[in-house]
């Protein structure tokens, strides 16, 4: 389990630093706190890079199970920033397509 877990962590911080999760922060006045959320994701990157080393310890092995649980929201919390970008940008570049989602809301 330990194994997966860097990578996984790795992709998380790669997706903070995504162009699309930067410009939605920005775009929504959260710049401050992508910087900050990118920086910590780095941290914990190097604890569990650490950590792994010594998850033949039963009391690590359940921190890092925790975290890898953790890890999968917060990646899923960034697709969702990512979705909801791509979704205001596509409405900007055809706004035709927010009188057919309106349409298809009132079913």
Sequence with gaps: MASLLTPLISFAVNKAGDALIE????THGMKKNHKKLHRQLLAVQAVIESAEGRSNEPHVREWLKELRAIAYEAI??????????????????????????KDFDDF
Aim: net charge negative; aromatic share 10%.
């Design 23 to 26: 410009k939605f922060c920005r």
């Design 76 to 101: 899923d919390a960034l697709d969702d920033f990512e979705y909801e970008t791509l979704s205001r940008e596509a409405l900007c570049q055809n706004p035709s397509t927010s009188r057919i989602n």
